[in-house]
């Protein structure tokens, strides 16, 4: 069983940065791919955010947060990390990590099998 857990969400200014995390306290996910999803506000289902794969050689990200957001993993610490620059209200959502079926990690959610339970991201106008 692979247990994920966030933190770091919070309440940030426009252009402002947050960074999240994911760990994995039972350490099960480190041949897992790993990826970011969000939920917005009155949005019926999660949207793709960005992924790595279980050596972290393979990133990818939504259109929307290219050059903006950047995934990293430490496989050792058993964390997955998603560094948010340049934030914009639009960015806000309620945050979720999740572990993926294999070793690659796509961008749909019929890919992962482990979900946190999300983290609150705001971002003020």
């Known amino acids: 069983q692979v247990q994920l857990v966030e933190s770091g969400g919070g309440l940030v200014q426009a252009g402002g940065s947050l960074r999240l995390s994911c760990s994995n306290p039972?350490?099960?996910?480190?041949?897992?791919?790993m990826g970011w999803f969000r939920q917005g506000p009155a949005k019926k289902e999660r949207e793709f955010v960005a992924?790595?794969?279980?050596?972290?050689?393979?990133?990818r990200y939504a259109d929307s947060v290219k050059g903006r957001f950047t995934i990293s993993r430490d496989r050792i610490a058993s964390t997955l990390y998603l560094e948010m620059n340049a934030l914009k209200p639009e960015d806000t959502a309620v945050y979720y990590c999740?572990?993926?079926?294999?070793?690659?990690?796509?961008?749909?959610?019929?890919?992962?099998?482990?979900w946190g339970q999300g983290t609150q991201v705001t971002v003020a106008s």
């Open positions: 999740a572990a993926a079926r294999g070793a690659m990690a796509a961008g749909t959610m019929s890919s992962y099998a482990y």
């Open positions: 039972r350490r099960t996910s480190s041949n897992n791919g």
């Open positions: 992924s790595i794969d279980w050596n972290g050689g393979t990133t």
